[in-house]
């Protein structure tokens, strides 16, 4: 298994649909999470953190399922503005400088109007 | 404003010239990365630094060299050892250099080096 792996997308949403992605990692160790947003051209923005089983802001939820390894972004209620790729990240392995960060390949979503 | 600048935004490079590219943070964060992103490859670890006057080759360091020699600036050369060197830059930093559960990397705007 990759150490964080994708669903490359892209997914095509309507305005207002509740979309959510997955993101499977391989470092059973990893205590922390991470989820970015990409826009076309820029650089990755922190959207949101999960230390737990998961964390909420507004629209956004991230849960976490340690069992089969795999963090979720749910986005609810989508505006055209939520349209980007979506960057997942998780620590490195023991022993691989563990404060390193592996970054999936990211999801791209488009809402569409 | 605290964050990370790089410079330039946009950098042209003949064949066989070697390049800087400038980052600097004032977060007072202790580590600093390099990533290189190409389309469809994701994020890739050049090199990263724990501290001052350190640093450590990541995944892809070959035809690439840095120095960390203030804790807020490391930057990162591109050689003209580096064959395909025309990619999207990005520079990175993180507060906490051991491992715990807070290792959130903060990203600068990024340099996009184009080999002519």
């Known amino acids: 298994r990759k150490e964080v792996e994708q669903d490359p997308g892209p997914f095509n949403v309507p305005e207002g649909a509740t979309v959510a992605f997955n993101c499977t990692y391989s470092?059973?160790?990893?205590?922390?999470f991470f989820w970015y947003r990409q826009d076309c051209r820029k650089e990755p923005k922190l959207l949101m953190s999960v230390y737990s089983s998961g964390n909420e802001d507004g629209r956004f939820t991230a849960q976490l399922n340690r069992a089969s390894q795999y963090i979720s972004l749910l986005i609810r209620d989508s505006k055209l503005s939520d349209s980007a790729t979506y960057l997942c990240?998780?620590?490195?392995?023991?022993?691989?400088?563990?404060?390193?960060?592996?970054f999936g390949k990211g999801t791209k979503l488009s809402v569409i109007p | 404003d605290g964050g990370i600048t790089q410079s330039p935004k946009y950098l042209f490079r003949k064949e066989g010239q070697n390049v800087t590219l400038s980052c600097e943070q004032n977060l007072n964060h202790d580590a600093m990365y390099w990533y290189r992103q190409d389309p469809g490859q994701g994020l890739r670890l050049i090199y990263y630094?724990?501290?001052?006057?350190?640093?450590q080759k990541g995944d892809i360091a070959e035809g690439y060299s840095v120095s960390r020699e203030k804790k807020e600036s490391f930057p990162l050369t591109v050689t003209s050892a580096q064959k395909n060197p025309t990619a999207f830059y990005l520079c990175a930093s993180s507060i906490k250099v051991s491992t715990g559960p807070y290792n959130e990397q903060f990203f600068g705007p990024g340099t996009r080096l184009t080999v002519l």
């Open positions: 990240a998780s620590p490195r392995p023991p022993g691989a400088g563990s404060y390193q960060l592996t």
């Open positions: 470092n059973s160790a990893s205590q922390s």
């Open positions: 630094s724990q501290i001052v006057n350190d640093f």
